[in-house]
């Protein structure tokens, strides 16, 4: 069954720490993203990568950090440089240089 | 970069009447628009997309239609029903220096009246 999944579904963040979402695809997908989500500010691009060991900054990059080793593999971290990271995280991925994309089920972080 | 603007934010419509969302785009350079559509909860997914060299695609009740001049594009949704409620989202590609993202709306949270 082709896709691309997220975990956890839910995440729970202490002050100061550091936190790693998991994003893998088997869709074959050269492109990944990462959006953040908040209530009535629709898709935030944070980060994004073409092609292994490549990634570029989005329009909110601060406080977060990637790594692109594996086609497969886009794991996102939130740093805590982050001093608002309560969100809902979503994942695509998507052909390079077109199309539309596919969305990960998301994960919802909260500070605790 | 793109800049993508969605109006209503918020639109009720009672069962069975139409449906109008509509985005309007910064760069002209600008070649797909897709349409994606989320329930609570739930992931985006894509109901339908158009490309620059199209005016108009229509898949069922849900239509799409692109004026390039004007830098905007619509979705339309007849005959609507109580599970067409959700937020639906649309979206422009931006190209720049061999990138490629999608800039998004702020979303339409759309909600069909029984």
């Known amino acids: 069954d082709g896709g691309i999944t997220q975990s956890p579904k839910y995440l729970f963040r202490k002050e100061g720490q550091n936190v790693t979402l998991s994003c893998e695809q088997n869709l074959n997908h050269d492109a990944m993203y990462w959006y953040r989500q908040d209530p009535g500010q629709g898709l935030r691009l944070i980060y994004y990568?073409?092609?292994?060991?490549?990634?570029q900054k989005g329009d909110i990059a601060e406080g977060y950090s990637v790594s692109r080793e594996k086609k497969e593999s886009f794991p996102l971290t939130v740093t805590s440089a982050q001093k608002n990271p309560t969100a809902f995280y979503l994942c695509a991925s998507s052909i390079k240089g077109a199309g539309g994309y596919t969305f990960g089920s998301g994960t919802r972080l909260t500070v605790v | 970069g793109e800049n993508v603007e969605q109006h209503p934010s918020t639109l009720s419509v009672q069962e069975g009447d139409s449906a109008v969302i509509k985005c309007t785009y910064s760069d002209s350079a600008s070649n797909y628009f897709p349409w994606y559509k989320q329930e609570l909860g739930k992931r985006p997914q894509l109901i339908i997309d158009i490309r620059s060299n199209v005016g108009e695609k229509k898949d069922q009740r849900i239509a799409v239609t692109l004026n390039k001049t004007a830098k905007h594009f619509s979705l339309h949704i007849t005959e609507t029903q109580p599970e067409d409620s959700a937020v639906y989202f649309c979206?422009?590609?931006?190209?720049?220096?061999?990138?490629?993202?999608?800039?998004f709306g702020k979303g339409t949270k759309l909600s069909v009246i029984p």
């Open positions: 979206a422009a590609s931006y190209s720049g220096a061999g990138s490629y993202q999608l800039t």
């Open positions: 990568s073409q092609i292994v060991n490549d990634f």
